[in-house]
């Protein structure tokens, strides 16, 4: 009898997890809980699932080998497939978004990993991406499918705000009536700024009419103020290449990376006085095919970039001096960390930032790989990829307990 795709990657994973064990003598021991946001259960395959819309899974992660493991019961997405996390930088406030339900779904974070529904806002449009503020107290979300916003909710203890408490249009100058895609958003560690990166429909529409001469590609810098007001930076928006499909800032303030999911490179910014951003001089960096997501170690030495197309990771070392990213080489002088097909949100570890996870949307599944500390290359964790439930969107960690987590000086 033949086992289906499903049941063989759950027989290598168990076997995967009892090895680990055994190797180390012990029960498995965690050092983070990592949350997924799938469209349904694919437990036994079929809509049975008492999530048929959308789920959060909660895996626990082993601080041996990075091996996950099924940790606290999964728990409904509260929406239709939910398409971004985000969460609060105390780790006890989880956030969700649904795009078919135009909502976000805020759930409290336990000690051990179990997530509780809390309280939710709707939104005007569809959700696309969010963050959190470093201090906890605003979430940035942008939304919209032909015209963007960045919209700021207070979050009191985590609770959502009934409300928008500011909202910003991105729009192109000389081109305010363009159709305009809003694909990501990252706030800085201080919380000074944040960024939100676009493209304009009207002028890049692959195999659709196009009718606008703009630019396509950029990334909309604001300031922050009280109360999560947004001032536009001097120059904003900035040119960012064709398709910026995601975007992040190093945590030491000095610079902003984005990739470009159309030319296959990422774009890499210096961050000047008034958080106004400027060109790398040396860029920009070549990736794999489609790039999608992209993520910083919590020392802000490495750049990790999912490939959607490739199926694969792209990893970089951080010039600090300078912000250069250069591709990290693994020993056997291979470039390609490959992971399941198409994945589309990639996370390190925040507690010691020693592992590497991607959402592989139609490979259902989370692929792993362990970091080396000193070189940035990647090397596939034990068992991996994990299967989860169907078409995985976005994946999020959080340390155990009071375990700490790692730290840069600027």
């Given at each position: 009898?033949?086992?289906?795709?499903?049941?063989?990657?759950?027989?290598?994973?168990?076997?995967?997890?009892?090895?680990?064990?055994?190797?180390?003598?012990?029960?498995?021991?965690?050092?983070?809980?990592?949350?997924?946001?799938?469209?349904?259960?694919?437990?036994?395959?079929?809509?049975?699932?008492?999530?048929?819309?959308?789920?959060?899974?909660?895996?626990?992660?082993?601080?041996?080998?990075?091996?996950?493991r099924t940790g606290a019961p999964q728990v409904c997405s509260g929406g239709t497939t939910p398409i971004a996390l985000a969460i609060s930088p105390g780790y006890q406030n989880l956030y969700v978004a649904n795009q078919v339900d135009m909502n976000i779904v805020h759930f409290a974070v336990a000690s051990n990993g179990v997530l509780t529904k809390k309280d939710s806002v709707s939104l005007g449009s569809v959700?696309?991406?969010?963050?959190?503020?470093?201090?906890?107290?605003?979430?940035?979300?942008?939304?919209?499918?032909?015209?963007?916003?960045?919209?700021?909710?207070?979050?009191?203890?985590?609770?959502?705000?009934?409300?928008?408490?500011?909202?910003?249009?991105?729009?192109?100058?000389?081109?305010?009536?363009?159709?305009?895609?809003?694909?990501?958003?990252?706030?800085?560690?201080?919380?000074?700024?944040?960024?939100?990166?676009?493209?304009?429909?009207?002028?890049?529409?692959?195999?659709?009419?196009?009718?606008?001469?703009?630019?396509?590609?950029?990334?909309?810098?604001?300031?922050?103020?009280?109360?999560?007001?947004?001032?536009?930076?001097?120059?904003?928006?900035?040119?960012?290449?064709?398709?910026?499909?995601?975007?992040?800032?190093?945590?030491?303030?000095?610079?902003?990376?984005?990739?470009?999911?159309?030319?296959?490179?990422?774009?890499?910014?210096?961050?000047?006085?008034?958080?106004?951003?400027?060109?790398?001089?040396?860029?920009?960096?070549?990736?794999?095919?489609?790039?999608?997501?992209?993520?910083?170690?919590?020392?802000?030495?490495?750049?990790?970039?999912?490939?959607?197309?490739?199926?694969?990771?792209?990893?970089?070392?951080?010039?600090?001096?300078?912000?250069?990213?250069?591709?990290?080489?693994?020993?056997?002088?291979?470039?390609?960390?490959?992971?399941?097909?198409?994945?589309?949100?990639?996370?390190?570890?925040?507690?010691?930032?020693?592992?590497?996870?991607?959402?592989?949307?139609?490979?259902?599944?989370?692929?792993?790989?362990?970091?080396?500390?000193?070189?940035?290359?990647?090397?596939?964790?034990?068992?991996?990829?994990?299967?989860?439930?169907?078409?995985?969107?976005?994946?999020?960690?959080?340390?155990?307990?009071?375990?700490?987590?790692?730290?840069?000086?600027?």
């Amino acid at each position: 009898m033949k086992f289906s795709k499903l049941r063989q990657l759950l027989l290598v994973s168990a076997i995967g997890l009892v090895v680990a064990t055994l190797f180390s003598g012990c029960q498995l021991v965690t050092i983070d809980y990592l949350f997924v946001a799938t469209s349904a259960s694919s437990i036994s395959g079929s809509s049975s699932s008492t999530c048929p819309n959308g789920e959060i899974e909660t895996y626990a992660v082993d601080s041996q080998s990075g091996a996950i493991r099924t940790g606290a019961p999964q728990v409904c997405s509260g929406g239709t497939t939910p398409i971004a996390l985000a969460i609060s930088p105390g780790y006890q406030n989880l956030y969700v978004a649904n795009q078919v339900d135009m909502n976000i779904v805020h759930f409290a974070v336990a000690s051990n990993g179990v997530l509780t529904k809390k309280d939710s806002v709707s939104l005007g449009s569809v959700p696309v991406a969010m963050t959190v503020s470093p201090d906890g107290n605003t979430l940035y979300v942008v939304s919209g499918t032909t015209t963007a916003t960045l919209s700021t909710f207070a979050l009191s203890s985590g609770a959502l705000g009934t409300s928008p408490a500011n909202q910003a249009s991105l729009t192109i100058p000389g081109f305010t009536s363009d159709s305009v895609v809003p694909t990501n958003v990252t706030v800085l560690a201080n919380g000074s700024a944040v960024y939100a990166t676009a493209y304009d429909l009207s002028s890049y529409n692959p195999g659709g009419v196009t009718t606008s001469a703009a630019s396509p590609g950029w990334v909309f810098g604001f300031t922050t103020g009280s109360g999560g007001a947004l001032t536009p930076t001097s120059g904003s928006p900035y040119s960012a290449g064709v398709k910026p499909s995601a975007v992040t800032a190093d945590p030491t303030n000095r610079f902003v990376y984005v990739t470009d999911f159309a030319s296959n490179q990422m774009i890499g910014y210096g961050i000047y006085t008034g958080n106004t951003l400027n060109f790398l001089l040396n860029g920009p960096y070549k990736t794999g095919g489609q790039p999608s997501s992209i993520a910083i170690d919590p020392r802000g030495k490495f750049i990790y970039v999912s490939n959607s197309l490739d199926s694969t990771v792209t990893a970089y070392v951080i010039d600090l001096p300078t912000g250069t990213p250069s591709t990290a080489v693994n020993t056997t002088g291979s470039q390609t960390n490959n992971t399941d097909t198409q994945p589309v949100s990639v996370a390190v570890d925040p507690a010691l930032g020693r592992y590497v996870y991607t959402a592989n949307y139609l490979g259902n599944s989370v692929s792993g790989f362990r970091l080396d500390p000193t070189a940035g290359t990647l090397k596939q964790t034990q068992a991996t990829p994990y299967p989860t439930g169907i078409h995985p969107t976005a994946v999020v960690l959080a340390p155990h307990g009071n375990h700490s987590t790692q730290t840069v000086t600027p």
